[in-house]
Structures are given as structure tokens and as C-alpha cells.
């Protein structure tokens, strides 16, 4: 109803109307009731960012709950998907291929560096997904998408060989493997 209202005022005042409706679904309380103070299952947003910080509380909102149907808020779901993707698969991910990088002295961000082509190919693929996702308004979908693309790099910077600490391992095989890594990080 807000909506068609909304093209009504827009159409009055000579302004081009929105060509899409995007209705998200209702935020439950996390015992799946709808969230009311009476109730008492009421959430604060606010308190919820200052006690697990924004980024982790974003994080939850696009990658824990579905754009366009009904879920329950679980504090607990924030907590496992931010220890799960945000500490153990990217955070790790970043904190070795930055370490390692600098252990051996490699520039990611030069030029002179290209990305294997079976890891180009795997991006592409996957960057579309992502984009139609997003496309879509299913964040969640795409969340999940870089998630699985984050967890791919860990197994590729981990693969016997190809893993940088191996010390069996030549140089360039083990700078290719960092240039590839940050390649998938940089999505």
C-alpha cells in the first residue's frame, strides 16, 4: 500500500516511478513469534551492534537471514556465523596470505604477476553467481556464494602442492600460489 502511494506522489510531482518492489520479510524474535515489547522478545539493533560490532551485526542481517522471507533473529546463529566465516574462513584467510607475502618478500599488487588460469576460470564462474544473486536482492545466497569462494581459496593456499610453508616447494610455485590467493580475496 506504502508503495503504491509512493508511485502516486512520484507520478504528481513529474518524477520517473520505481520499476521494481522489493518486499523483505518480517524479522522474528528468536523463539519465531513476531518481536513485541508486550512479549517481551524485542531485539535492539543498537545494542546488538555495540555488543558484537558492526560488521559482524551487518554480516549476520545479509548473510544469516534471508531478504525476502520471515526468520527468526537468533543471537546465537550471529555468534556461530561470525566465528565460522567471518574469524575462521576470511579473517584466517587474509591474516596467512598477508603474512606469508610478507615472509617471502611478495608483492600481491604488482603487475608483473598473472593469475593461473584454472583460478581465473573459478572466480569468473563465480562472481557471476554472486552477481545474480545480488541481482536478485538474495544476499544471503550471495553471502553464501563468497563464503564457499573463500573457503575454495583456504583449500587451494592449503593444497600440498602448492602451499607456500612447503619448503619442497620452489619459489614461484609458492609466489603463484599467494598471487592466486589474493586474486580470490580481492573478489
Known sequence: FQWAIRQAMLARAGIAQ????????????????KMSKTLGNVISPM????????????????????TT????YKEDD????????????????????????????VNLTSDEHTVSDDVHT????????ITNH?????????????????????????APERAPWNKELDEATQTQTLIDVAAIIDV
Do not use: C
Open 78 to 105: 550471529l555468534v556461530a556465523l561470525h566465528n565460522s566465516h567471518l574469524a575462521n574462513t576470511f579473517w584466517n584467510l587474509l591474516n596467512r596470505v598477508l603474512h606469508l607475502a610478507t615472509k617471502k618478500s
Open 69 to 72: 522471507t520471515d526468520a527468526s
Open 47 to 66: 545494542d546488538q551492534k555495540e555488543k558484537y560490532g558492526l560488521d559482524a551485526f551487518r554480516y549476520y542481517l545479509i548473510a544469516g537471514i534471508p
Open 122 to 129: 573459478t572466480i569468473d564462474e563465480r562472481v557471476t553467481l
Open 18 to 33: 520505481t520499476g521494481m518492489l522489493l518486499v523483505h520479510g518480517m524479522i522474528l524474535g528468536s523463539d519465531g513469534a
Open 134 to 158: 545480488y541481482k536478485n536482492y538474495s544476499l544471503s545466497l550471495a553471502a553464501a556464494e563468497i563464503h564457499e569462494l573463500a573457503q575454495y581459496a583456504n583449500e587451494y593456499l592449503s
